[in-house]
């Protein structure tokens, strides 16, 4: 995976930069139209120039996440006034693709089809990483995390996911304590 920020910017027509993607990186329209949330057709329009390329935010961000570049290298997108928040544990995701060698795309076929989308949204952060221990394992199988690695990130997650839902993880220290203790014994053990 390559720093987006320091990609030269290509002045090529929206539509032709994605065909040129999905014929350098043999992917099919309709993986591709799944990995964007759109129809079939829809991808068929924006590359034929049958519609107008696409102005809408999240459309770009997604066609740009599983392409590696940012969205503002489409003329058409604009810079929305509210950025994404940093994601810590997200960084730590995108860093483990690139130690793999991974690029978005390749990392995204690692998923069953459905799961794709979903996936793209949450490298965008758009979407909270899982916190469904099961799902969040197949990620780190896939990035080839170690098992006390991939617990702490799961553990950083959760503990997220409580605090945004007003769990007080001070007042409740020794009972999070404790259950991640539980939890970590019956996930270390359960490979």
């Given at each position: 995976?390559?720093?987006?920020?320091?990609?030269?910017?290509?002045?090529?027509?929206?539509?032709?930069?994605?065909?040129?993607?999905?014929?350098?990186?043999?992917?099919?329209?309709?993986?591709?139209?799944?990995?964007?949330?759109?129809?079939?057709?829809?991808?068929?329009?924006?590359?034929?120039?049958?519609?107008?390329?696409?102005t809408r935010g999240t459309t770009l961000e997604r066609i740009a996440t599983v392409m590696d570049i940012m969205p503002e290298e489409f003329d058409e997108y604009?810079?929305?006034?509210?950025?994404?928040?940093?994601?810590?544990?997200?960084?730590?995701?995108?860093?483990?693709?690139?130690?793999?060698?991974?690029?978005?795309?390749?990392?995204?076929?690692?998923?069953?089809?459905?799961?794709?989308?979903?996936?793209?949204?949450?490298?965008?952060?758009f979407?909270?990483?899982y916190i469904d221990f099961a799902e969040f394992k197949k990620v780190g199988e896939i990035l080839n995390m170690p098992q006390e690695e991939l617990f702490e990130l799961w553990k950083d997650v959760f503990s997220e996911y409580l605090q945004k839902g007003s769990f007080n993880i001070e007042n409740n220290k020794e009972l999070l304590d404790s259950m991640f203790s539980g939890a970590k014994k019956y996930i270390l053990s359960s490979k």
């Open positions: 995976m390559q720093d987006k920020k320091n990609k030269p910017k290509v002045n090529q027509k929206s539509s032709k930069k994605v065909s040129d993607f999905l014929e350098k990186n043999n992917i099919h329209k309709k993986d591709f139209a799944l990995m964007i949330g759109v129809t079939l057709s829809y991808v068929y329009n924006l590359i034929d120039e049958a519609i107008p390329f696409s604009v810079i929305p006034s509210d950025p994404v928040p940093y994601n810590k544990n997200l960084e730590i995701i995108k860093e483990y693709m690139a130690k793999n060698k991974l690029s978005t795309v390749e990392f995204l076929k690692k998923f069953e089809k459905k799961k794709r989308l979903q996936m793209v949204d949450i490298l965008r952060g979407e909270p990483l």
